[in-house]
């Protein structure tokens, strides 16, 4: 299914002549992989950024720190800034963001394991959408890396 949904949405970016950065979390790469798994990726993909720590996603993807420390860096505003910034930062036609809690760490009551926020901005759009994805560790990973180029495709 992630091959086959990364081939569709590669020969529509094509089509459309549009292009695409992106800044994964949780994910740690897996949708860049995808994205670029594909000879000709690169009339599309133009940045992929895998920003892990609360400190590289301030430093490289300009997320104010206030911003991490009052909603966390797994939120809909962190997935909104990081969609935004990894976008403007290299002018493409859509940024997408990905950040989570992939566990089997790092979950709470109130953030549970498989909590993920999707960012997508383009034009003078940005928004995100949050999931609660089922699985272990890997399973929540793909699932977020499909989920996010689906929404991208509805989106072209």
Do not use: W
């Amino acid at each position: 299914m992630l091959n086959k949904t990364a081939k569709q949405l590669h020969n529509k970016l094509i089509k459309h002549k549009k292009t695409i950065s992106v800044a994964e979390s949780c994910t740690g790469g897996l949708l860049c992989s995808l994205l670029t798994k594909h000879p000709g990726a690169s009339a599309y993909f133009l940045l992929g950024v895998v920003a892990y720590s609360n400190n590289s996603k301030k430093r490289i993807l300009d997320i104010p720190e206030k911003i991490i420390n009052k909603y966390g860096a797994v939120s809909n505003k962190v997935a909104l800034l990081m969609a935004r910034n990894i976008r403007k930062k290299i002018n493409a036609d859509f940024g997408i963001s990905i950040t989570g809690i992939a566990g089997p760490t790092g979950a709470t009551a109130i953030k549970p394991k498989g909590t993920v926020y999707i960012g997508l901005s383009f034009k003078n759009k940005t928004f995100s959408r949050l999931f609660l994805f089922p699985g272990r560790r890997e399973d929540i990973r793909k699932h977020a890396a499909l989920k996010a180029m689906r929404l991208l495709s509805a989106n072209l």
